[in-house]
């Protein structure tokens, strides 16, 4: 049997007043749309396609720019959810069942659409819907059963009676169909309703053989349609993820200010302070420190790492390394066994050999460093001159006075030295001293700064 999901992302959000697609919003800074796809992966569909509508092409240059071999289909006029997902119908033809799910309800999951694909198969129905119970059920369709508890119907909250109104089982969003019933069941659609749309629940009545998987935790099948909603699932995510690195034995003092993405792993005994946003695809090991104060996406750190009020960007940190406070490493970086990185350093694009020392007030840009290396305070690698980037190459237990500006193309040789207050023009070659100054000049009795200590 070969599945296939449907993934409906054309929505403007306008209660969410922007100007981006609504699925494109974040939740845990990263796209809603993002979190669907990824649970439509984790399942395993045999094909995934999107239905994108309000400024398509931002929603298609997220999807081309973070997933392979997801097919996009455009809904031109917003005319409902039925609408919208009859223009994936050439992907619906191929597959025997097909699911469809909303861009803007971030939490479901893999484990959900598989037991809710075993109820369909079980039960031999047409169309299963994805539902759960909820004290308030307010603005979302309502699953009409009838006397004998089968699913007859879904009611939109614009048409429910008051009895129907009081009923607690709300639709989530989400669906399995068998893929031919789907398709004959779409062109009898029509939009006599009170928002004049195409739903798609009106399906349920058409094809009529229907059940309903009913999710163990409710927040599953959560939406977000304003602001205040994407808060508060931020505020359900973020704590449900970080009790469950409490679990895999991290450690936290206090919660305030910190945001860990779904996609970060942490080893045991390490310990995140306040004020840590760490997001991405991060992996750092056991036994580091984090924060307070740090930002950290997309990185790969080691073990006995301590960053404090570090932001580091698409780079690799190896084990006993201690960089901050108030650091950066811009993306492309390789940091080795063993360094440390003082303040107020910036490293841009480079490799640090094991060992080496960047004190403080330093900035290293496309620069290959070996082991054992010392900067004293004020260095610059100069990387760009106005047309390319060049990148400098300083080797092994070599030693980087205070204040060295090393002009790039250049290259420093083993153990070799540079005087304080140098720039670099040339190659240095090992054991030697390079030392790059202009002549002093003492102008006596200067009474221009008599003139300004007169003032």
């Known amino acids: 049997m070969t599945t296939g999901c449907v993934i409906l992302a054309g929505g403007a959000g306008k209660r ?18 993002g979190w669907v796809l990824d649970a439509a992966e984790d399942f395993g569909f045999d094909k995934i396609g999107v239905v994108t509508g309000y400024k398509r092409e931002m ?33 619906i ?33 047409g169309v299963t819907i994805i539902s759960a119970e909820i004290s308030n059920p307010f603005g979302y369709g309502r699953i009409i059963r009838d ?40 062109p009898k659609l029509n939009n006599k309703n009170a928002s004049g749309e195409f739903y798609l629940t009106d399906c349920v009545e058409i094809i009529g053989n229907a059940a309903a998987y ?60 306040p004020n840590t946003i760490i997001t991405g695809k991060t992996v750092i090991g056991k036994n580091c420190e984090i924060g307070a104060n740090s930002h950290i ?20 940190i190896e084990d006993d390394v201690k960089i901050g406070p108030f650091s950066q490493l811009r993306p492309g970086c390789v940091i080795k066994k063993g360094v440390k990185i003082g303040d107020f350093v910036e490293i841009k694009n480079s490799n640090i050999g094991e060992n080496t020392a960047v004190a403080h007030l330093t900035y290293l840009g496309d620069s290959d460093v070996g082991r ?17 980037k060049h990148r400098t190459e300083i080797g092994s237990h070599a030693f980087i006075g205070c204040n060295t500006n090393l002009i790039a193309p250049v290259k420093i040789g083993e153990n070799a030295a540079t005087g304080a207050g140098s720039t670099i023009t040339v190659d240095v070659p090992e054991n030697a001293l390079a030392v790059e100054r202009g002549k002093a000049k003492i102008y006596e009795n200067w009474h221009g700064n008599f003139e300004r200590k007169k003032k």
């Open 16 to 33: 969410m007043k922007s100007e981006k697609p609504k699925v494109l919003c974040e939740l845990l800074k990263k796209p809603m749309l």
């Open 297 to 316: 996406e997309d990185c790969t750190i080691g073990d006995n790492v301590v960053l404090d009020n570090v932001k580091a960007v698409s780079s690799t």
């Open 372 to 388: 054992g290396v010392n900067f004293g305070c004020g260095c610059v690698t100069a990387n760009y001159d106005g047309v390319k």
């Open 93 to 125: 033809k191929s597959v025997d069942r097909v699911c469809v799910l909303c861009g803007d309800a971030p939490l479901m999951n893999a484990e959900t659409l598989k037991n809710a694909l075993t109820l369909h198969e079980k039960t031999n129905a």
């Open 214 to 273: 009913i999710c163990e935790q409710p927040e599953t099948i959560a939406g977000a349609n304003t602001r205040k909603d994407l808060f508060e699932l931020n505020n359900t995510v973020r704590e449900k993820i970080l009790y469950k690195l409490m679990d895999e034995g991290v450690s936290f003092i206090t919660l305030d200010g910190i945001i860990i993405g779904k996609d970060v792993k942490i080893g045991a005994d390490t310990l995140i302070l």
């Open 147 to 186: 006397n004998s508890g089968k699913v007859a119907a879904i009611r939109e909250q614009k048409d429910c009676s008051p009895e129907e109104a009081e009923i607690c089982e709300i639709n989530g969003g989400a669906y399995w169909f068998n893929s031919a019933e789907l398709l004959e069941a779409l």
């Open 59 to 91: 929603t298609e240059e997220y999807i081309s720019q973070n997933y392979d071999k997801i097919s996009t289909y455009f809904q031109d006029e917003q005319k409902g959810t039925g609408d919208a997902v009859s223009r994936a119908a050439e992907l």
